[in-house]
């Protein structure tokens, strides 16, 4: 499974960006999609994920009604949109991608797949 993540960059506290991760290399809606994020000098920790048929999702409490994960499987595509962006958002995100289970799994051990990740920087 190839993971390719897009829509990083630098906004202004209160801004939005939407990231997307475009994956390939296996059917897609065999997959859970999760999204991460891991600022300088700290563990990576989870943002979000969302299930194969994109009727579950979870999100951290720090992104919640902020932040809001989808999927198009017939684009193979996962989105992040995220809005009212603060500085602590601030850290590169991944996207990764679970073909084993399917239970949604919010740590990092539950993801079999990751992409290279993006840099999001929020300004204040």
């Known amino acids: 499974v190839q993971l390719v993540e897009s829509g990083g960059g630098l906004v202004q506290a209160g801004g939005s960006l939407r990231l997307s991760c475009a994956a390939s290399?296996?059917?897609?809606?065999?997959?859970?999609l999760g999204w991460f994020r891991q600022a300088p000098g700290k563990e990576r920790e989870f943002v979000a994920a969302i299930s194969r048929s994109g009727y579950t999702t979870n999100y951290a409490d720090s992104v919640k009604g902020r932040f809001t994960i989808s999927r198009d499987n017939a684009k193979n595509t996962a989105l992040l949109e995220m809005s009212s962006l603060k500085p602590e958002d601030t850290a590169v995100y991944y996207c990764?991608?679970?073909?084993?289970?399917?239970?949604?799994?919010?740590?990092?051990?539950?993801?079999?797949?990751w992409g290279q990740g993006t840099q999001v920087t929020v300004s204040s």
């Open positions: 290399g296996r059917l897609f809606s065999s997959m859970n």
């Open positions: 990764a991608a679970d073909v084993r289970t399917l239970v949604v799994k919010t740590t990092t051990s539950g993801y079999d797949h």
